[in-house]
């Protein structure tokens, strides 16, 4: 089939591809572990869900506007301005079909051909696929475990060029666990203001963060607006992975750039979806600390785990939910030791090459999984990477 060249530009996410196989064994009766998937492993809070119910016993399942309903913009904004310092009106504000919706529509209204976009890597692997199908460039900035892989202000600056559009800036990062501190994060912005490029800063976990961290958004930092774009979405902070609503928040003009996009695109994020997140706006956040307690008891006895295991080393994460553990000492490249995991320990982890070439080496593990299936996951590892390393 001739398909357009756009399309041959990008690979099905390499995440998506893992996830399968690991359904296909376990659907073969094989017991996998499964640290694939980033997603948590919690429901979705009551009230939320009650709220959805209501919507739909309320029949408010008709169109709404195309980037969302007012209440909703306006409950973003106002709780984007209590967690996180920033002070945007509604009409800054876009509703979108989850985060990835929301990147993926800013990048298309700003990136063109001949635009060169910086991401820190290893990165989430949606973006640089994102940057090609709009015809831009990615132009990769190394972060190292050293700095906690966080990107510095003047690594950012010696990467920019004539062409550079943007830059998109995760923290805490998937796959990393890497955060930016917020001086840094500020001394970024400065030199994006100084060279006239945006930054997208992408806040999916940014309520995931361990001591010493805080939820932090560059969006409070003075004189901001011009060039920041913030993507975030329900998805992580509220366990509503499944629910698709996420939110850009950004210039009026870029906005409303989006909002054409959308109407011409996807309409509206579904109507119900819309007023659980509006829900999850307004009412309590308790599941919130909750969650992350957990977390932070699953990130210590993970990276103990793996950190005892000869032939692995692995930075302690400052946010999300991931262990980047560095598997170089075992000889195995990073697909090898990934496939080697899942088909000698039944442990469905990610090839840390699947975020890019700085990623080799590493494996990825998620740990929205439970403590006791974190467990048996690292005393798997430890004994099928005995066999290896004792060799
Ligand atoms: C770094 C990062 N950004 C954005 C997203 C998008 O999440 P969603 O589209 O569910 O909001 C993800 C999801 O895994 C992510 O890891």
Known sequence: MQLTERINRIQISPTAAVIAEADRLKSQGVDVADFGPGEPD?????????????????????????????????????????????????????????GKHAIFNAVSVLVQSG??????????????????????????VETRPEDGFSVKAAAIEKAITSKTKLLILNSPSNPTGGVVPPDEYRGILAVCKKRNVWLMADECYSHFTYEPHKPFSIASAAESKANVIVVGSVSKTFAMTGWRIGYTLAPEALVQAVIKLQSQSTSNPTSIAQYAALEAMRGTMESVPIMLAEYAKRRK??????RAIPGVNCEMPGGA??????????????KTAADFLLNE?????????AFGKYGEGYIRFSYAN????????????????????AR
Do not use: Q
């Open 345 to 353: 320990a039944g442990v469905a982890c990610l090839s840390g090459a």
């Open 370 to 389: 439970s403590y006791e299936n974190l467990m048996e996951a690292v005393k798997r590892i430890e004994s099928a990477l005995v066999t290896v390393t």
């Open 321 to 334: 939910f991931y262990a980047f553990a560095n598997i170089a000492e075992t000889g195995m490249d990073s």
């Open 301 to 306: 006895r993970i990276v103990e785990g793996l």
């Open 115 to 140: 635009d060169e976009v910086m991401i820190p890597a290893p990165y989430w692997v949606s973006f640089p696929d994102i940057v090609k199908y709009a015809g831009g460039t990615p132009v990769y």
């Open 42 to 98: 919690f429901p979705t809070p009551e009230h939320i869900k009650k709220a959805a119910i209501r919507a739909i016993e309320e029949n408010k399942s008709k169109y709404t506007p195309t980037g969302g309903i007012m209440p909703l913009r306006e409950a973003i904004c106002a709780w984007h301005k209590r967690e996180l310092g920033s002070s945007y009106a509604p009409k800054e504000c876009v509703v979108n079909v989850g």
